[in-house]
């Protein structure tokens, strides 16, 4: 019973900023990468960031330079930093993990619940 829960999602005014958090929980034996996706209404889920096991990062080039990804392994967790928001930035925003549970010790494609961040002009 892998689960992610976000939080952190809100509404903010344009060139604020908000932190997102996703932590994962359940018996779990190791994560690899983790992500961000976002779904605007009338729009296809995008990536927006990810971060490998190692570290590297990868980022949409819409939010280069804005948005930073990060990872604290040691508590399951991954971080989504975005500053100098727009209004375009506005979706709900989903995370995303590669996750091998204890039991099974096969890798899966989990995702959490969603959490909506809205940008106001």
């Known amino acids: 019973q892998v689960q992610l829960v976000e939080s952190g999602g809100g509404l903010v005014q344009a060139g604020g900023s908000l932190r997102l958090s996703c932590a994962a929980s359940?018996?779990?034996?190791?994560?690899?990468?983790m992500g961000w996706y976002r779904q605007a209404p009338g729009k296809q889920r995008e990536l927006v960031a990810s971060v490998t096991g190692g570290g590297n990062t990868n980022y949409a080039d819409s939010v280069k330079g804005r948005f930073t990804i990060s990872r604290d392994n040691a508590k399951n967790t991954v971080y989504l930093q975005l500053n100098s928001l727009k209004p375009e930035d506005t979706a709900v925003y989903y995370c995303?993990?590669?996750?091998?549970?204890?039991?099974?010790?096969?890798?899966?494609?989990?995702w959490g619940q969603g959490t909506q961040v809205t940008v106001s002009s």
């Open positions: 359940g018996s779990i034996f190791s994560i690899n990468a």
């Open positions: 995303n993990g590669i996750i091998v549970p204890a039991i099974f010790r096969m890798p899966g494609n989990y």
